[in-house]
């Protein structure tokens, strides 16, 4: 027997694998589960290729095909046998000579029927595609394919008229007979022929533009042919819509079958479908849009970027719109109306404050305006943008530059032209200020202390000063939003890094470290400047990584002795450097920044931030010198180059790490560059990072990454030893100091039921003497369950029971009921067990303040529901929902489906992931937003549409029943916290199904999904 090769492998463990493994030690070998997700596919696929070897190893001759025929019914009557629900008589193979092939239209008499033309490869089957000897040209099988398709949607970079010119025929065929063509481009390079896109439009074909290629990027060619019958197909490829592509080209497109390949199709359709509903991509109509789009054609020819405000589209994108939602939250639920909001510079500040203050100015809250900016440019460009997201050309007036408002209701003002005037302090609702880290100036800080609008705005790219202040202090210390990194980056509003952490033999973990501060600067300046060794590293590191040339970077450093350090090392080793630091005047600086811009220096090394002003688009290279544990810092540090400009197509960022104290901690830097979750960090550090935005990359070096890793282990504070060591440091503390003091979440406190929960921790901190009662540790687990309650009435009765209020009879009681004493415990005990709880004196106390911990962090509005307990958007357990709809035995439910007759109602849960491996192609889109209204379902894999289940889905509304989604990203549980809660996505109503065991049912939703779940249930990034 044959030795098993080295490599990877996804190999089902049949009895011959075992006996060669065998034969292999067992440390060699690495094995992992069969995610039961997954499991379908992988064993179908197993038992297909066993059916497929018996079939081939049938003899016989004229009679072999009957044979195998015969072969494969017993097959399939086997199955049946097994799972008689899925598999049946009706599956049995009748003819054995022949295929189906085509059903034609009725003809007109005396006409005879008339069948469409096939594309050459057969419909069922893949195939490559290379415009080869002895192979169909991509051309013939397009137009073959559209003979017969129902809908065609096309994408491609860029459409000519000559490619066009070769499936006109072929297009209007399919017009002519009531199919759909849909058409998704760009005007990428100015490439695109306008002639073509308005024949196209003509012709009938629906088509939607790409006008902004810089952050579109849409490089994707691609056909699908969409058949009623579901013999659909697809090509992706190489080729565009070219002569060229389609004819004689060296092009290379793969065929896909809906039989062969069903997920590679979803996949498809369900990016297709977000494109299309994307704004990015905007309908062209030739009559309307014919000049925007001839404009837009000859800047890309002319490397020109349209700056016409009418463009702009003011639907917020889905980043934007959570940040809206925060918002609403911070003011309806919290009653906070004094916010801050952290966003990166090129993310659309501007675009959100118009749009809250629209949505505040809707809902009568709000109606004079004072927007407060300190540059002229900044206030015309702003005035325009609210204007367009008015949709009103004459609102607001100027206060700049010697011109003076006529009504001042809506007033755009500069911060020296309000310096010397006598406002009065509640003339304006609203107040936002722009570049708000400048309100630490005392022009800026005289106006706010005197202005008293209703609302006030803060909008920053950087809250932290280089002068150590904090605009925070104005917003009660706290920011409302801060837009994460990563999400600006998916949009592509950013440019994509490329990180490189290099380990730099310098060990710091002996220095001096103060809590709350971190290293003490000195020493770090003392480690560092006049390190020959570390300067000549980052060099040769500098000169490996980038063309030196060319490159336009900044390098923080820990104290301006370091920075001229650096800057005196690089020049003299012929990289030409300045410092720019608190010893360079004013003149200085100016020369030195424009030396930067035209590229006679090279690299910019500083203390401090460039946040006060300074524009450097062009900065294409981060070099961060020293340790830097602040999150907020370091992503204002990366910020620096993160601006788009033409002439770069990444930010290089090298990263110098050394070994660090055991308080410094790394994963605070990491969670804020990456999104990725406290717990799931280390695993993501190891694995290098799988899941980064497009054009992203991190690498760390092999000893780097061992330093990370190290520190990630032994510094974050969510052990239990070092849970209670910070709660020794802080002493007799509330939970919601602890948390905000030790930099944890509470999610860290209850995720290991040894600790006990918070009366666990006090108890081995010496804090909390009572050794606890009967229920104790059944409560602290029971706690830890309850962290995704965000609904502030469920939160208000907690806190009351916790107190000692005895609730009313209902169903809100019930769902506290299973929360606190599991699923099974009986609801005719309710009395009984609120007894048992009020004799636990200390966790009822915990009650009281978890209760206020998750209703601070609560961050969307919720929707009431008639007649059920319910919050739109709020969070639930399985049991939780089940006990909302009066369901007595939640604990009983074991499928994502259920109908309760009593409440005449269909809830569904659906966990977007099915896979703990998280991409599963076969998988992934089976349940998903097609629109922020609109969800795709699909059924139990026993359910067709005749069946009584599925008759009822369909005419629900009809017959008075409603259907309830539950919907949540992963099932992969949190350790003791159990596994995720779903968001109630609320009532939904029927449109329309296709497909049958399982169906795959599209429905309406009452209430549009939040942004942040419409970003995950997408097929793409938002």
């Known amino acids: 027997m044959a030795d098993l090769d080295r490599g990877i492998y996804e190999h089902l463990i049949t009895e011959q694998l075992a006996e ?3 034969q292999v030690a067992p440390a060699l070998v690495q094995h992992d589960k069969i995610e039961l997700a997954d499991a379908p596919d992988v064993l179908s696929r197993h038992i297909a290729g066993l059916a497929r070897r018996a079939l081939l190893a049938v003899g016989g001759g004229e009679d072999k095909l009957a044979r195998q025929v015969e072969l494969a019914n017993r097959i399939a009557e086997n199955i049946g046998r097994a799972e008689p629900r899925a598999v049946d008589n009706a599956d049995q193979i009748t003819d054995a000579q022949r295929l189906l092939h085509a059903i034609a239209a009725p003809p007109t008499p005396p006409a005879q029927p008339t069948f469409p033309p096939r594309p050459t490869t057969p419909l069922s089957s893949g195939a490559l595609l290379v415009n080869g000897r002895h192979q169909p040209r991509i051309g013939h099988e397009v137009t073959h394919e559209m003979a017969s398709a129902d809908r065609v949607d096309l994408l491609c970079a860029f459409i000519k008229w000559h490619g066009l010119r070769i499936i006109e025929p072929a297009i209007r065929d399919l017009i002519d007979r009531g199919g759909r063509l849909r058409v998704i481009t760009t005007t990428y390079l100015g490439a695109t022929d306008q002639r073509a896109l308005d024949r196209l439009a003509e012709l009938g074909a629906d088509i939607k533009i790409s006008y902004e290629t810089r952050t579109t990027r849409l490089h994707a060619k691609a056909w699908l042919f969409r058949r009623n019958n579901g013999m659909t197909t697809a090509y992706v490829g190489s080729s565009n819509l070219s002569k060229a592509a389609l004819v004689d080209g060296l092009e290379w497109n793969v065929r896909i079958s809906n039989v062969e390949q069903p997920y590679v199709i979803d996949t498809f359709t369900a990016t297709f479908e977000d494109y299309w509903h994307d704004p990015a991509f905007e309908d062209y109509q030739p009559g309307r849009d014919a000049e925007r789009l001839r404009t837009a054609l000859r800047g890309e020819r002319r490397d020109e970027a349209s ?3 009418a463009n702009l589209d003011v639907r917020p994108y889905p980043y934007q719109a959570e940040v809206l939602a925060d918002l609403d939250a911070e003011r309806k639920v919290h009653g906070r109306w004094r916010n801050l909001v952290v966003m990166a510079t090129g993310t659309g500040k501007t675009v959100v404050a118009a749009l809250d203050y629209r949505r505040l100015h809707r809902e009568k809250a709000v109606d004079s305006l004072l927007f407060v900016a300190h540059q002229e440019q900044i206030l015309r460009q702003s005035l325009a943008t609210f204007r367009q997201v008015m949709g009103d050309g004459s609102f607001g007036e100027t206060l700049v530059g010697g011109r003076e408002p006529q009504h001042w209701r809506h007033v755009f003002a500069s911060i020296q032209s309000l310096h010397r005037r006598e406002i009065d302090p509640e003339a304006y609702d609203m107040v936002i200020v722009d570049e708000f880290h400048h309100a630490e100036a005392p022009t800026y800080a005289r106006l706010l202390e005197r202005l008293k609008p209703r609302v006030l705005l803060g909008l920053t790219a950087t809250p932290d000063r280089s002068d150590g ?17 990563w999400e600006a980056l998916e949009r592509q509003l950013l440019a994509p890094f490329q990180y490189f952490g290099l380990h730099d033999d310098v060990d710091l973990s002996q220095l001096r470290w103060k809590r709350g501060q971190g290293y003490d600067p000195t020493e770090l300046d003392g480690v560092y400047t006049g390190n020959d060794a570390r300067a000549r590293m980052v060099l040769r590191a500098v000169r490996d990584s980038v063309d030196v040339d060319r490159m336009r970077a900044l ?13 005196g090392w690089f020049s003299r080793h012929g990289v030409r450097s300045a410092a720019i630091t608190s010893r360079v005047d004013g003149a200085g600086r100016q020369a030195l920044l424009k030396e930067f811009r035209d590229g006679t220096v090279k690299v910019l090394f500083t203390v401090d931030l460039f946040n006060e002003g300074v524009d450097l688009p062009m900065v294409d290279t981060i070099l961060m010198l020293r340790p830097t544990e602040s999150a907020t810092i370091f992503l204002q540090q990366l910020g620096r180059g993160l601006r788009l400009d033409d002439d770069k197509p990444c930010l290089t960022v090298l990263d110098f790490i050394g070994g660090q104290h055991a308080n410094f901690r790394f994963d605070l830097r990491w969670r804020a560059l990456t999104g990725v979750s406290r717990r799931a960090i280390t695993e993501a550090v190891r694995d290098d990072f799988p899941s980064l935005p497009s054009g992203c990359h991190i690498q760390l070096d092999r000893v780097a990454k061992d330093i990370v890793l ?3 282990r032994s510094a974050m504070p969510t052990s239990k030893t070092g849970l209670v060591k910070e709660l020794r440091l802080l002493g007799d503390v509330s939970l919601g100091e602890f948390l905000r003091e030790a930099g944890v979440e509470i999610e860290d406190v209850y995720r290991s039921a040894s600790y006990g929960g918070w009366t666990g921790l006090r108890r081995l901190a010496g804090l909390e003497s009572s050794p606890g009662g009967q229920d104790d540790r059944e409560l602290g687990r029971a706690i830890g369950r ?5 609904d502030p009435d469920r939160l208000d009765l907690l806190a009351r029971v916790a107190a000692g209020e005895r609730p009313e009879t209902g169903r809100l009681w019930d769902m506290l009921h299973f929360d606190l004493w599991g699923p099974n415990a009986p609801l005719s005990q309710r009395g009984e067990r609120l007894a048992r709880l009020r004799a636990e004196p200390p966790r009822c106390a915990e009650l009281r303040q978890v209760a206020e911990v998750l209703r601070e962090r609560i961050h969307r509005v919720t929707v009431p529901v008639d007649g059920l307990p319910l919050k739109v958007h709020a969070r639930y357990s399985r049991n939780e929902a089940c006990a909302a709809f009066g369901m007595p035995n939640p604990g009983s439910l074991r499928e994502g489906v259920k109908w309760l007759p009593d409440a ?3 809830i569904f849960f659906v966990t977007l992931v099915k896979s ?7 998988t992934m889109y089976a349940d998903r937003a097609v629109t922020d209204t609109l969800f795709q379902w699909e059924s139990q894999s026993t359910t067709s549409s005749a069946s009584a289940t599925g008759q009822r889905y369909i005419h629900h509304a009809a017959r008075g029943s409603t259907v309830h989604l539950f919907v949540r990203e992963t099932r992969i549980p949190d350790r003791d916290l159990g596994a995720p809660a779903y968001l109630y996505a609320g009532p939904m109503t029927y449109q329309e199904h296709t497909g049958d065991r399982p169906m795959r049912v599209l429905w309406e939703l009452r209430h549009p999904l939040p942004a942040d779940m419409y970003a995950a249930a997408r097929a793409i990034a938002a």
């Open 904 to 906: 005449r109602a269909d």
């Open 786 to 790: 309850m962290l995704h309650l965000d």
């Open 307 to 309: 700056t016409e405000i």
């Open 710 to 712: 190290a520190n990630l």
């Open 469 to 485: 202040g904090d605009v925070r202090r104005w917003f009660d210390g706290r920011a409302a939003v801060e837009l994460h990194l």
């Open 555 to 567: 390098g923080f450093c820990v104290s301006i002795g370091h920075a001229e350090f650096m800057a």
């Open 20 to 22: 060669r493994l065998r």
């Open 916 to 922: 703990e491996q998280h991409y599963s192609p076969t």
